[in-house]
C-alpha cells in the first residue's frame, strides 16, 4: 500500500493534471483528507508545470550513476512538458554552520527553507540532513552541517511543494519516489504542441 505521502501526492498530481486551463492552475487544498487522515498541504500554482533543482554532492564518486541517472529523468520529464524546468546544484558533503546572517552559505540557505516547509506540511528531513558538532584545534568546536548524496526540491509559484527525501512515521519520500509522481503529470499542452 503506498505511503500517505504518496497518495496525497498522487492525488494532488491527478487533480492538477486534471484541470481543464493548465496554465492558470490553481489548486487550493488548505485540509486534504485521504481515509480518514487528514494533511496540511499548500499548493496553489498559476502554472501546471513545476520548477525542479537537484542538489547533489559533488565528493561523493561511487554515487555518479546514480545522480547521472537523476538528471537523465529530469531532462526527460522536462522534454515531455511534465516539469518547466530544472537545475542542477552541486554542494559540499559538510557545511559549517555560522551565526553571521551576512556570510551564509546556499547549501545552509536551502536547508533552512526546506526545514521550514517540513515543518510547516508535518514531515521530517532530519534523518538527511545531520547536524553536528565537531572539535578542530584551529576553530574550537564548531557545528556542521552534513548534507544528503542527493536531495529533489519541487516548486511552484507559490514556493515549495515538495522535497525529498522526507519522511513522516515511518513512510520515507525518495528521491526516486518523487520522479515516479512527476512522470504521473499531464505533459503541458504546449510541450505536445512542439511535438
Partial sequence: MPSHDTRIIRALVHALASTENQENAFIDC?????QGDTTMCAIHSETATPR???YVRGDMFGANDQQNAVVRR???LEASGRIGTYDVSVWN???RLTEDEGHKPPAVA???AFDAWADTVGVDID??????ERESFVDGVARELVLPVMCLEVRTDDGIATVAPNVRESNTITVQDCLDELE?????????AAE
Avoid at 488548505?30 to 485521504?34: A, G, K, P, R
Avoid at 534523518?127 to 553536528?132: A, E, G, I, K, N
Avoid at 504521473?184 to 505536445?192: G, Y
Wanted: net charge positive; aromatic share 12%; glycine share 4%.
Fill in 110 to 112: 536551502a536547508y533552512e
Fill in 52 to 54: 525542479v533543482t537537484l
Fill in 74 to 76: 529530469l531532462r526527460e
Fill in 184 to 192: 504521473t503529470l499531464e505533459a503541458s499542452p504546449r510541450a505536445v
Fill in 30 to 34: 488548505s485540509t486534504f483528507s485521504l
Fill in 93 to 95: 558533503g559538510r557545511v
Fill in 127 to 132: 534523518p538527511f540532513f545531520t547536524v553536528r
